[in-house]
């Protein structure tokens, strides 16, 4: 059967806003989630599948959507006869609106990525440049608002390689094991090297790609380990969510860390077996030596 490989991004710290249409009066807002009794900011798993296919063009990897302008969406095969040929397809799956039967399920799964820190209600006054706005007739600089989070984003993804190239346990395989194992690298690489994301403007940029990176490669079909980072009121980030569930739940040496953050729990989980690296793309590449063929066999057990 197949592995599973689950995965935590931590990203590094900003001060993040949204540009997205959305407001308050003339406040532009930040999605907000109630987590155990507190507001805190969120980044949808659109915005993130957004940035990631943008990625993928950057490096012209072969997808089937592409954008000229970020305004309109262009197809290579927009009747998806031939989905198994381009990797967003693959990865983030399709839907033919006009034929109910034509789709596929994402096999890239990803969360939403919640803040580390609770939003204490932080907004900024700032002046758009005369003109900038057709709607307004007047020569004056034009004042708005913008909420803003000075804070660190986690999410998770999920992903079983051997389902690049087909649909189900029964389908055929349209990718031999070297073609599924460049897809699963090409994942890995725009999720790790991911940019602007969460509606961020020009004027707001930040770095979402991650600072620290949790990896699980298993047979075990459940996570375990989703948002598994902890920030204290000082900035530290922990662990140690990620340490408790290693009583039973994972084993260690299904875990690939990957981070240059000083985290004090790092030596307690390479005592429990995790290999710990100072770098995000190291544990990336620590994790594809590990990947062998039969690992992306998918088989469907039966009674």
């Not at 305004?71 to 198994?84: G, L, P, T, V």
């Not at 399709?94 to 820190?117: P, Y």
């Amino acid at each position: 059967m197949s592995k599973h490989l689950f995965g935590m991004i931590l990203t590094h710290q900003g001060t993040y806003a949204n540009n997205r249409g959305e407001t308050e009066g003339t406040a532009t807002t930040l999605q907000k989630v109630l987590r155990n009794g507190d507001l805190y900011t969120t980044v949808s798993a659109e915005a993130i599948r957004y940035a990631l296919r943008e990625g993928w063009q950057a490096q012209d990897y072969y997808t089937n959507r592409y954008l000229k302008d970020h305004r309109a969406c262009n197809f290579r095969d927009r009747e998806f006869k031939e989905w198994h040929k381009h990797l967003d397809d693959d990865a983030l799956g399709f839907m033919h609106a006009r034929e109910e039967t034509l789709s596929r399920r994402g096999i890239l799964e990803i969360t939403r990525a919640i803040s580390t820190t609770p939003w204490r209600g932080e907004i900024m006054q700032n002046f758009a440049s005369p003109g900038s706005n057709p709607g307004v007739s007047h020569k004056n600089p034009i004042p708005y608002a913008v909420e803003v989070h000075d804070t660190r984003y986690q999410y998770g993804f999920a992903l079983t390689p051997g389902f690049f190239g087909r649909q189900g346990f029964n389908d055929p395989d349209a990718l031999n094991a070297e073609e599924k194992k460049k897809r699963l690298r090409w994942v890995l690489e725009g999720l790790t090297g991911l940019r602007r994301v969460g509606g961020n403007h020009a004027r707001y940029f930040t770095d979402f790609s991650p600072e620290a990176l949790v990896l699980r490669w298993t047979d075990d079909p459940a996570p375990r380990l989703l948002y598994c980072y902890a920030q204290d009121e000082h900035g530290a980030i922990s662990l140690e969510p990620l340490l408790r569930r290693l009583d039973g739940d994972i084993e260690g040496t299904e875990l690939i860390i990957g981070t240059p953050m000083d985290i004090s729990e790092l030596e307690s989980l390479r005592q429990k077996g995790a290999q710990v690296f100072p770098s995000v793309k190291k544990a990336v590449n620590t994790l594809m030596a590990l990947v062998k063929d039969d690992d992306l066999t998918v088989t469907q057990h039966r009674e």
